[in-house]
């Protein structure tokens, strides 16, 4: 629960995570997707595009509250919890 939300980049627009069959569902977009686990910690696999997966990390603050998520190597902050 503590990931889901609305994160927004200035210039890309947002990224919308939810939950969705147990799993973490990313929309970004039209786009949409329930992710699969990634190898790392705090990590996400989403393939928005049809075989282009792309990693997801979460970023916790000092008090393990999750406020940054990056995709594609943009920093997404989050401005709105559901």
Same mark, same amino acid.
């Given at each position: 629960d503590s990931y889901v939300?609305?994160? @927004? @980049? +200035?210039l890309l627009g947002? $990224?919308? %995570?939810? $939950? +969705? !069959?147990n799993a973490l569902a990313v929309s970004f977009g039209n786009l949409h997707v329930v992710s699969t686990p990634y190898t790392q910690k705090e990590t996400i696999r989403v393939e928005l595009i049809p075989g282009q997966g792309k990693v %997801?990390? /979460?970023k916790p603050d000092d008090q393990n509250k999750i !406020? $940054?998520?990056? /995709?594609d190597n943009n920093e997404y902050k989050?401005?709105?919890e559901y």
């Open positions: 939300g609305k994160y @927004h @980049h +200035e947002d $990224i919308d %995570v939810d $939950i +969705e !069959n %997801v990390s /979460f !406020n $940054i998520l990056t /995709f989050k401005v709105k």
